[in-house]
């Protein structure tokens, strides 16, 4: 769930690094946000993995996943919280295909 969203409009959420890699893996996942209206498919390392104006998915430096917009500060479009309409208490959920070596097939 969201649990804050920081000034920049960046969805910090109760997901922690330990606890992803222990339930997700190396398994093909989707972060559904919003019922399904958005998702993210892979986790990066920068918010610079991504084009200016994408979504992206993060672990931060306190090791909770963070959703975010590469860039998308006020000014240049809105932060995620904006963008995807997440707000604190807000429902995230991982899908995590564990049949399928070659992931969804969506």
Do not use: C, W
Not at 22 to 39: E, N
Not at 59 to 73: K, M, P, T
Not at 80 to 101: F, H, K, Q, T, Y
């Amino acid at each position: 769930m969201v649990i804050y969203v920081d000034a920049y409009g960046n969805v910090i959420t109760n997901i922690t690094r330990p606890f992803f890699e222990q339930f997700v893996g190396d398994k093909p996942f989707r972060i559904l946000l919003r019922r399904g209206d958005h998702d993210l498919e892979r986790i990066s390392t920068t918010y610079g993995e991504v084009p200016p104006g994408d979504k992206v998915a993060i672990f931060n430096s306190a090791g909770y996943l963070e959703i975010a917009i590469n860039r998308g500060v006020k000014g240049s479009g809105g932060g995620a919280s904006e963008l995807l309409g997440l707000r604190e208490n807000d429902i995230i959920r991982i899908e995590i295909d564990v049949d399928s070596p070659a992931g969804f097939g969506f």
